[in-house]
């Protein structure tokens, strides 16, 4: 099955992910993340590094399984509903019923959110100022 779930960016085209470590969250560009160079991510709070596909907040994946689940259902119906039709005139018939589909969890924006310039590496994100910390670790090179 090839199936690519999209994360959702703000409108911005920041999306959010969260520290492995301390749970912290923050925003990053799209296009950053994505890069191929970008194998390792700083946590902008902690400073410890982790893989970037480890920075994936948990309602991310939840909402990922939600649509994979959504779109396996829909495969089995529509496979079900060919054999039932291939069946029409047989003295067997079952009924096949359309399975509910799950809404994906919406994601939140968090508008508390500040932007952050990272001279180092010429990048912006966004983090939580509320979340005192003196300072911001720069999730590409890890400068602060
Ligand atoms: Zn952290
Ligand atoms: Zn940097």
């Known amino acids: 099955m090839d199936f690519k779930i999209s994360i959702p ?11 492995p470590h301390c749970k912290g969250r923050f925003k ?9 160079d970008t194998l390792e991510l700083f946590c902008p709070s902690c400073g410890l590094v982790g893989e970037s596909s480890r920075y994936l907040p ?10 994979a689940l959504n779109y396996m259902q829909q495969e089995m119906f529509n ?13 067997i018939s079952f009924r096949v019923e359309k399975p509910k ?18 001279h180092c590496c010429n990048k912006t994100i966004k983090i939580n100022m509320d979340q005192k910390f003196s300072n911001v670790y720069c999730p590409y090179c890890g400068v602060n």
């Not at 960016?9 to 520290?19: A, I």
């Not at 990053?28 to 191929?36: F, R």
């Not at 948990?58 to 649509?67: G, V, W």
């Not at 799950?102 to 310039?117: G, N």
Request: glycine share 4%; proline share 3%.
């Open 101 to 118: 589909e799950e809404a994906p969890k919406l994601l939140t924006e968090d508008e508390d959110l500040e932007q952050v310039e990272l």
């Open 79 to 91: 496979s079900l509903k060919k054999t039932s039709r291939k069946m029409k005139g047989s003295p």
């Open 9 to 19: 960016t703000d409108s911005m085209g920041f999306y959010t992910l969260e520290c």
């Open 28 to 36: 990053a560009q799209a296009g950053d993340i994505e890069a191929e």
């Open 58 to 67: 948990s309602d991310l994946i939840e909402h990922a399984q939600t649509i």
